[in-house]
């Protein structure tokens, strides 16, 4: 069979996703806070710890994509290139390093949704909106001093999270807690359906030939809400640590299984 994932046919045609590598160009907005440290320990995999320092930091990320395989035929045919997401990223102690985690993730494209899985997202689907900054006319912010953002997330026909980002300086990084590799989980239940895994590994990732540009910084406010089918607005706000916008340029081959369970 010629497909990298389902539907696996002879030619490939059919499938998902193209094989890695996967390149990837956007733009994020983020916000970052303080919340209960418990509640970041929560969702941490066995054996990992909290961070030593700012062990309640949490970034919410919103993130407008395009991607695609190494033909870069996508490109040409816009939906099956561009989506846009929002995840949650903690921090965490494992082996001796500190990681990033995303314990929780939207995307509003099935493509994208699948190769999370591969590489160990948690994703589900959900509807992500955010500000586009202009370069001509009124009709949206500047990057500059002064320039307002917004970004919402939906998900089940239920609103999750509204953000603001008002932008006051430029500065070299977006944040800290988005800093690190990630440590995922890949996992999946046996056809048994007796509790027992078919595929249950501790897997890191990360990118190469990336590149960051218009990185601001600013001030911030997130409202999250509540919902019978999500967890999120139990990493509520307790303290603002600040909004960033930046574009950003990444490509992916591959991860690495860190431990097998």
Avoid at 42 to 57: F, K, R, V
Avoid at 101 to 117: M, N, Q, S
Avoid at 181 to 209: C, F, K
Wanted: proline share 7%; with cysteine.
């Amino acid at each position: 069979m010629g497909a990298f994932l389902f539907p696996r046919t002879p030619s490939g045609r059919s499938s998902l996703i193209p094989p890695p590598p996967w390149h990837y160009s956007g733009e994020m907005i983020t916000v970052e806070y303080r919340t209960h440290p418990e509640r970041v320990a929560d969702l941490l995999p066995d054996g990992a710890t909290m961070a030593a320092e700012d062990p309640g930091a949490v970034a919410l990320i919103w993130a407008d994509w395009q991607s695609c395989g190494d033909t870069f035929e996508e490109i040409l045919d816009p939906v099956r290139a561009q989506y846009k997401e929002c995840f949650v990223v903690i921090r965490c102690e494992w082996g001796g390093e500190t990681w990033s985690r995303c314990p929780f993730i939207w995307v509003d494209k099935d493509f994208a949704l699948v190769r999370g899985y591969h590489q160990g997202y948690p994703k589900k689907l959900g509807d992500i909106w955010m500000t586009r900054p202009i370069t001509v006319g009124r009709a949206g912010p500047r990057l500059e001093e002064g320039g307002v953002f917004g970004a919402t997330l939906s998900a089940a026909g239920r609103r999750l999270a509204n953000a603001r980002v008002e932008l006051t300086h430029r500065v070299e990084a977006p944040g800290f807690v988005n800093a690190h590799r990630m440590l995922h989980n890949r996992y999946w239940p046996s056809i048994e359906s007796n509790g027992g895994a078919s595929l249950d590994e501790l897997v890191t990732m990360s990118g190469y030939d990336g590149e960051v540009a218009d990185v601001w910084s600013g001030k911030a406010s997130l409202e999250l809400l509540d919902s019978p089918t999500e967890e999120l607005a139990g990493l509520e706000p307790l303290e603002m640590i600040g909004g960033y916008y930046h574009r950003v340029g990444v490509s992916w081959r591959g991860g690495t299984t860190l431990e097998s369970r």
